[in-house]
């Protein structure tokens, strides 16, 4: 075996795209398959020189469309795959995404959110939370991490890859163009000093044996002919979903219990509202914050247990409710008003929330 | 010193700013202080204004972005328009001086503004490739966040390789970097 890229734990000051790049190889990433797209476009670079040295392997894809199946098909063949978008890239990851879905390929996909619609801003933004959990024509049966720092984007980019291998489910780490293009300290580590080891990997096809004697037949489909059937099909799969999502949810919560003004936010605007928080509470102010890590599947009773408290809230997002619609979703039935802090495509600075905040007290 | 410190850097496209904010954060993260930069760019392959926003502070930094910074240097007529936002009343403006026609788009609201002529200086003492690098000096010297020798050191870490190539060049920017600290010292 070759040798670990990383030993021990070791603090590192990088940008996010290359966090990503070790993450993979710390998980024993065996391909990645690519096509480029700003601000996505380092991990792959990283990935192509520290790859080799580890034995791994890179394929570059002509489009995102072929990038997208090719990590289908690497996982297919029993490889912990995985490829990295942005925006108009992530549009075209859709297809292969929701095959994925139906036919339990995990695979991860890593995004780095850029402006939308359309070519927009090479930049940042919180425009691809409808697409990366609900993109496909299907019910979002993925499984998305929302992260918020360089260490969370490494934490989970090796957590996702367990995640898909355990669940089967399509896995993303859902960061953007800020945690990519940004450079801060955090420390990588071999995932074996934690207590992490990554589960085996197994291929789905060209198994030992004849199908049906030696062993079930793999049978993968993606394709089928009744409206009965397909119904079977999909009510099964959200059955399983909804069964693991119990174990998979992960949020955090900041002064949350007593908290009359509540700020919902997620991915880096959470680092905004958590100071917004300490701001507010130092002027005397009960503010708190509850952040969701999966807003796929969403941490909803914990957020309705802690909105429900409040006599406000405020949903923070660089979108234009894009992640409200989720909360909405969730939060079905509280009477609490809820207000929306929406700067699409726009950093949000601690600021400019508590300036928001004490605007509607 | 307060305990965070903001500094947005803005030029034209090529004129090094970026460069000098990677320097400046990597200094302060091997003196072991919590760093954050993030530079700002549009799909433009060249020119263009960037900016570069560099937050440093004692502990881990929060939002990526700031409302208002404690620094900001801007080295063209539209980095100056385009960083007058982040002025307010603890903000330290400072500017080339040999931008022209910029008087009625100055910041009127900051703490100071001080013209620097570090484009004139890095033509007619040293070399214009340098010219960033006293850009550098400036910045460290108006906001303390590294010291002089671990800027030097960082200095080196970046460009050893070409410092070994020609020896001159070390020289070249270790003057750049104290000529840049000498046009703020005293005037803030």
């Not at chain 1, 979108?319 to 609490?336: E, H, N, W």
């Not at chain 2, 001080?114 to 033509?123: N, Q």
């Amino acid at each position: 075996m070759t040798e670990k890229p990383i030993n021990g734990e070791k603090r590192v000051f990088m940008t996010g795209n290359e966090v990503v790049a070790w993450a993979a190889l710390a998980a024993e990433a065996d391909i990645m398959y690519g096509y480029p797209i700003t601000p996505q476009n380092e991990i792959m670079h990283y990935w192509t020189r520290l790859a080799p040295k580890y034995g791994r392997k890179f394929l570059q894809t002509e489009d995102e469309i072929s990038a997208g199946f090719t990590t289908c098909g690497g996982v297919l063949s029993g490889k912990r795959a995985f490829t990295a978008t942005s925006g108009p890239g992530n549009i075209l990851m859709q297809e292969s995404m929701t095959m994925a879905e139906m036919m339990r390929i995990p695979t991860v996909l890593v995004v780095q959110q850029r402006g939308g619609p359309s070519t927009a801003t090479v930049i940042y933004s919180q425009q691809e939370v409808t697409m990366t959990c609900y993109g496909g024509n299907g019910e979002g049966l993925r499984i998305v991490y929302s992260t918020g720092s360089h260490q969370e984007l490494f934490d989970y980019t090796i957590k996702a890859f367990n995640i898909a291998w355990k669940y089967r489910f399509p896995t993303f780490v859902l960061g953007d163009g800020y945690q990519a293009k940004m450079r801060e300290s955090l420390y990588i580590y071999d995932p074996a000093e934690k207590g992490i080891s990554m589960l085996k990997t197994v291929p789905f096809v060209g198994l030992e044996g004849m199908p049906g004697v030696d062993r079930d037949p793999s049978h993968l489909r993606n394709t089928y002919n009744t409206e009965e059937e397909l119904y079977d099909v999909v009510t099964n799969l959200v059955a399983e979903y909804e069964k693991i999502a119990p174990e998979v949810i992960e949020y955090q919560t900041f002064d949350a219990d007593d908290a009359e003004i509540l700020i919902i936010a997620h991915g880096i605007v959470t680092r905004a509202a958590q100071a917004a928080v300490k701001a507010l509470r130092s002027q005397g102010i009960k503010a708190g914050h509850f952040r969701p890590i999966t807003i796929r599947p969403f941490p909803a009773g914990e957020a309705r247990a802690v909105a429900a408290k409040a006599k406000k809230l405020l949903v923070v997002e660089s979108a234009q409710g894009q992640f409200q619609r989720l909360v909405k979703d969730a939060l079905y039935g509280l009477t609490v008003p809820m207000e929306g802090y929406f700067k699409p495509g726009q950093g949000i600075t601690s600021e400019e929330i508590v300036e928001e905040v004490k605007k509607g007290l | 010193m307060s305990k965070l410190t903001k500094l947005a850097l803005a030029g034209e496209g090529g004129q090094g700013v970026q460069s000098v904010a990677a320097i400046i954060v990597e200094a302060a993260n091997d003196a072991g202080r919590e760093a954050l930069y993030i530079p700002n760019f549009g799909v433009e392959q060249r020119g263009g204004v960037s900016v570069a926003y560099c937050q440093i502070s004692d502990e881990k930094i929060g939002s990526p972005k700031f409302k208002y910074a404690d620094l900001i240097i801007a080295l063209s007529d539209r980095a100056v328009r385009r960083t007058r936002q982040y002025v307010n009343k603890d903000t330290v403006f400072i500017y080339d001086a040999s931008i022209e026609n910029i008087e009625n788009d100055l910041p009127t609201n900051a703490k100071k503004v001080l013209a620097i002529p570090a484009l004139d200086i890095a033509k007619k003492e040293l070399t214009p490739r340098v010219f960033n690098v006293i850009i550098m000096g400036a910045a460290i010297a108006a906001t303390g966040v590294i010291d002089m020798e671990g800027a030097k050191k960082a200095l080196e870490k970046r460009l050893g390789y070409k410092f070994e190539k020609d020896p001159k060049l070390k020289e070249l920017n270790f003057q750049a970097l104290e000529r840049g600290a000498e046009l703020v010292k005293g005037s803030l």
